[in-house]
């Protein structure tokens, strides 16, 4: 069973930085694109970027120039690194991949989630 775990998460003053990680695990053919997103509370869900298998980026204008996104494909993992962090970036942030299983067809799958709260 395919599974994507985060973690990296946690509580920063304004202006620091945090590096979220994001591996997949389990019987995986191929991983296509991966992603981050956020949601914050009483705010929908919201792509903050993403890494095509080629490695193509694509960010949301609030995070443009302040987060990057990669990926290490021998280790199944992508990072969000988060610098010049604003009390506007709390939020839960989830991971996505799209997985193709070796048993399965493609899926898109999401971690669980993990806090990432900027205050003084």
């Known amino acids: 069973q395919v599974q994507l775990v985060e973690s990296g998460g946690g509580l920063v003053q304004p202006g620091g930085s945090l590096r979220l990680s994001c591996a997949a695990s389990g019987s995986i053919f191929s991983i296509g694109a991966m992603g981050w997103h956020r949601q914050a509370p009483g705010k929908e869900r919201e792509l903050v970027a993403f890494?095509?298998?080629?490695?193509?980026?694509n960010y949301a204008d609030s995070v443009k120039g302040r987060f990057t996104i990669s990926r290490d494909n021998a280790k199944k993992t992508v990072y969000l690194q988060m610098n010049s962090l604003k009390p506007e970036d709390t939020a839960v942030y989830y991971c996505?991949?799209?997985?193709?299983?070796?048993?399965?067809?493609?899926?898109?799958?999401w971690g669980q989630g993990t806090q990432v709260t900027v205050s003084s």
């Open positions: 890494i095509t298998s080629g490695g193509s980026t």
């Open positions: 996505n991949s799209i997985v193709t299983p070796a048993d399965g067809d493609e899926y898109d799958y």
